[in-house]
């Protein structure tokens, strides 16, 4: 199990993507909600995206997220540091994922 402070860093880097040229245009005109739940640490941390551009990422709860993750903080880590591959994590059930197939897709591209 990973330590808040492990994941909030984690989640930075999936934050300073949004920096990447190529990212920003396949997230052109996009707008959502990315909820990230982590069972073990017993938290959740929500990222907004508007127009594009990464709003907000904190630690915070919605009830209708567009896209709701569901996943051990471990794991996460492994993913971002291309320790695990995130299609993997999903088949295998340790990445459970709920949202629009679409969003889905776009969501690969920020693990």
């Known amino acids: ?30 707008t959502k909600n990315i909820q990230f739940t982590f069972d073990d640490l017993n938290t959740t941390y929500l990222i907004k995206i508007t127009n594009g551009e990464l709003e907000s990422l904190k630690e915070e709860s919605i009830d209708s997220p567009d896209i709701q993750v569901i996943i051990e903080s471990r794991i996460m880590i492994d993913i971002l540091n291309k320790k695990i591959n995130p299609m993997k994590a999903y088949t295998t ?14 969501l690969q591209k920020l693990l």
């Open 93 to 106: 059930g340790k990445l459970k994922a709920k949202g629009k197939l679409t969003d889905l897709l776009k």
């Open 1 to 30: 199990m990973a330590t808040k402070k492990e994941i909030e860093d984690a989640l930075k880097i999936v934050k300073n993507k949004f920096d990447d040229p190529k990212l920003k245009t396949r997230f052109a005109n996009y």
